[in-house]
């Protein structure tokens, strides 16, 4: 299955500021999935990102607190903009490569807002 | 959307034992995986299972499509089993839907 690189692992950030998350995946995908989970909570899906159209966001997500990034088929960014505590949580990406192998995750970042 | 739940919330283990962990789903889904979430947040691909039997060292899986469910078996369960065990399903308009998982806890 594919290999999705994300970065940061972990930050620590000031409310009101914004962080990027990136991930770059070994292989061309044609979707990449953003999710969000919170702290003891399961994983909720936050947008799907196609190259070259803008994502598409789940009910409860806007494009203006997290915009999406898709320059290509290997890399993406989540922006996770003017942030408060109740942003803190996992980050992740996720891709699905072939109907045999289900979703991969990136390693996740770790957010928190103080 | 489609209704996944999973059981037991929680699971406290003494090292050695066997578990069965069960996920449900409402509807007829096109993928189905199990993951094993580590306490460094880490999701770990157990198993890509929308029917069948798999196994892999001492976990394995079945899922019987037509009665909507899966089992995810860990057996001699090791300390290192510890983390939250989250099922993943894919209905069949590629809806994506995680059950809320079980926390299972492995005790030397």
């Known amino acids: 299955s594919a290999v999705i690189s994300q970065k940061p692992s972990r930050d620590i950030c000031q409310r009101g500021t914004s962080l990027t998350i990136q991930c770059q995946v070994d292989?061309?995908?044609?979707?990449m999935f953003w999710y969000r989970q919170q702290p003891g909570q399961s994983l909720t899906l936050i947008a799907t990102a196609n190259q070259g159209s803008e994502a598409t966001y789940e009910s409860g997500f806007v494009i203006d607190k997290f915009p999406i990034s898709r320059p290509n088929l290997t890399f993406s960014t989540l922006t996770v903009s003017n942030m408060s505590p109740e942003d803190s949580s996992i980050y992740l990406c996720?891709?699905?490569?072939?109907?045999?192998?289900?979703?991969?995750f990136g390693s996740g970042t770790r957010l928190t807002v103080v | 959307g489609i209704q996944v739940e999973q059981s037991p919330p929680d699971l406290i283990l003494q090292e050695g034992a066997n578990s069965t962990l069960r996920c449900n789903f409402s509807d007829s889904v096109n993928n189905l995986q199990w993951f094993h979430q580590n306490p460094w947040g880490q999701l770990i691909n157990l198993f890509y299972i929308p029917s069948g039997t798999k196994q892999n060292g001492r976990l394995s899986a079945t899922t019987v499509a037509t009665e909507r469910y899966s089992l995810l078996y860990i057996s001699s369960s090791q300390t290192t089993d510890s983390g939250v065990y989250f099922c993943l399903t894919t209905d069949s308009w590629g809806k994506l839907q995680f059950g809320a998982g079980t926390q299972v806890v492995v005790t030397p």
């Open positions: 996720s891709v699905v490569r072939g109907e045999d192998y289900g979703y991969t």
């Open positions: 292989s061309q995908v044609t979707m």
